[in-house]
C-alpha cells in the first residue's frame, strides 16, 4: 500500500514517528531507520520535540512524547476508561483494596482511572499519578509481554527480573511487597486491546498488614477477572 500522501515534509514527519514506535533512538539510529538525511532528520526530530509530539530519554535519545498520548487519550481512552471504572469499582469492593488502572507512556506508567478504598488505611494514587516503571506489580505486568529488546533495555535500573517477567507471563499476573513503596503490596493484570497486546494494567494495592506477603493468593483470581471483563468488552466494542 503506497503510504506517501504527497506532502512531503508531511510523509517524512510521519516515518519518523513511526521509527519511534519501536522505542527510543538516537540522531543516527533514526537516520537508519528512516533512511532520511541527518540534517532533515535532526530537524523534524527537533520540531517535533518543541511541540511535544518527541521527547527524549535519560540518554537523551528521541522517544514518543507526552502529546502523543494525550491525542490517544482524546481517540480512545474515554473508551477504556468508561469500561474499567465499573471495573474497578467492582474490583475494589470485593476485595476491599484500592484498584487502579495504569498505562505506559514512555519511562512512566500514569494511573488513568482508579477506585479508592472509602476508610481505613489505603494506598491512595490519583489518577494522573506518573510512577517509574522500575518497580511494583503494574510495571512488570506492562512490561512482561514487551517486544524482547524493549523489555530488556527496560529492565536497566530496575528492581524486577527478565525471570520474574517471564513468571508474570506464565501465570498471568504479577505481585509484589513494598518493591515500590515501603509497607505497600499489591497484585496486577494484564488488560488487551482488541488486537490482543497490552494496553493496560489493572491493579489493586494497599498495606502489607491486609493483603500480607503473598498478595497473589489473597487477590490473583479477582484481579485477573477484571482484566479479563475489561479486555473481553473492549473487544466485543471494537
Excluded at 113 to 135: C, F, H, K, N
Amino acid at each position: 500500500m503506497d503510504n506517501h500522501s504527497g506532502v512531503g515534509v508531511l510523509d517524512k514527519t510521519v516515518t519518523v514517528l513511526n521509527a519511534l514506535e519501536a522505542g527510543p533512538a538516537s540522531l543516527a539510529q533514526l537516520v537508519t531507520a528512516t533512511g532520511l538525511a541527518r540534517p532533515t532528520a535532526h530537524r523534524i526530530a527537533v520540531a517535533l520535540e518543541r511541540h511535544r509530539l518527541l521527547t527524549r530519554d535519560g540518554q537523551g535519545r528521541f522517544i514518543l512524547g507526552p502529546r502523543i498520548a494525550e491525542l490517544a487519550t482524546a481517540a480512545s481512552e474515554d473508551r477504556l476508561l468508561a469500561i474499567a471504572q465499573p471495573v474497578l469499582t467492582h474490583l475494589r469492593d470485593a476485595t476491599g483494596e484500592s484498584a487502579q488502572l495504569y498505562r505506559r507512556q514512555g519511562d512512566s506508567r500514569i494511573c488513568v482511572a482508579a477506585a479508592e478504598r472509602a476508610t481505613g488505611l489505603r494506598d491512595t494514587v490519583p489518577v494522573g499519578a506518573a510512577l517509574p516503571m522500575t518497580a511494583g506489580s503494574a510495571a512488570q505486568v506492562l512490561l512482561a509481554w514487551e517486544e524482547p529488546e524493549r523489555m530488556h533495555r527496560a529492565l536497566r535500573g530496575a528492581a524486577f527480573s527478565a525471570t520474574a517477567l517471564s513468571q508474570v507471563r506464565r501465570r498471568g499476573w504479577a505481585a509484589t511487597v513494598a518493591e515500590r513503596e515501603p509497607g505497600v503490596a499489591s497484585v496486577s493484570a494484564p488488560v488487551l486491546g482488541p488486537s490482543g497486546n497490552v494496553i493496560a494494567a489493572v491493579s489493586v494495592s494497599g498495606p502489607i498488614e491486609r493483603l500480607t506477603r503473598s498478595p497473589g493468593r489473597l487477590h490473583a483470581v479477582a484481579v485477573v477477572a477484571a482484566g479479563e471483563r475489561i479486555s473481553s468488552t473492549l473487544r466485543r466494542s471494537a
